[in-house]
């Protein structure tokens, strides 16, 4: 099966911290995305890569930056975190095709 | 645009009282609809992909179906741990997936 692992479950960090998410796939996926879930919201779309060093901007990248310097690894960066990035973030990987998304288990981010 | 959108927001049934969520979608070019099941505080897992009108899948009491304008989740006689919030996303023909909302799904004891 494929996993997609994030590296913390749950974050607290204080305003104005510069913070970094880590999402590791270990299946070869192409294409590397990440959400974050609100109440009433649903996923919204932050960043996505379809290959390695390169990053498309999704429907909300403001505030954020991503990374992707290897295949499986992408990185979701908060430059300077604010109290309304408090959220749970969601990282997300897919091969090319007709197939849906295997995500990971999520982060809940918490800034204070 | 390319829109998801999933009726009921939420859902309160007794065990064993059958149902279906609805998906009903507007795209350009469906390419696969998907559907997958999100316990509170974790990521969605994966449930089905359906790619064209007609197609039905299973597992355990869950049936997905698709038309060409949406999908249902057929829930038959549910349990408890069945509840969850169930999400809806199609794949319209670039890389991105586009969701819905869920529906917050709880099965009474």
């Known amino acids: 099966d494929v996993k997609v692992t994030q590296s913390s479950r749950y974050l607290v960090k204080r305003t104005g911290e510069k913070v970094f998410l880590e999402c590791v796939q270990d299946?070869?996926?192409?294409?590397m995305f990440w959400y974050r879930q609100d109440p009433g919201l649903g996923l919204r779309l932050i960043y996505f890569?379809?290959?390695?060093?390169?990053?498309e901007k999704g429907d909300i990248p403001e505030g954020y930056s991503v990374s992707r310097e290897k295949k499986e690894r992408f990185s979701l960066i908060l430059e300077s975190a604010s109290t309304n990035q408090t959220s749970m973030y969601l990282c997300?990987?897919?091969?090319?095709?007709?197939?849906?998304?295997?995500f990971g288990s999520g982060t809940r981010l918490t800034v204070v | 645009e390319d829109q998801v959108t999933q009726s009921p927001e939420a859902l309160r049934l007794q065990e064993g009282e059958s149902s279906s969520l609805n998906c009903s979608y507007t795209?350009?070019?469906?390419?696969?609809l998907f559907w997958y099941r999100q316990d509170p505080g974790k990521g969605p897992e994966f449930l089905f992909t359906l790619y064209s009108a007609g197609e039905e899948k299973e597992k355990e009491r869950l049936k997905a179906t698709l038309t060409k304008k949406e999908s249902f989740l057929h829930i038959t006689a549910p349990k408890p741990e069945d509840s969850a919030t169930y999400l809806c996303?199609?794949?319209?023909?670039?890389?991105?997936?586009?969701f819905g909302k869920g529906t917050r799904l709880h099965i009474l004891p």
């Open positions: 996303a199609v794949h319209p023909g670039d890389d991105k997936i586009i």
């Open positions: 299946m070869d996926h192409e294409n």
């Open positions: 890569s379809y290959d390695v060093k390169m990053k």
């Open positions: 795209v350009s070019g469906l390419r696969g």
């Open positions: 997300a990987s897919r091969t090319g095709g007709n197939y849906g998304y295997t």
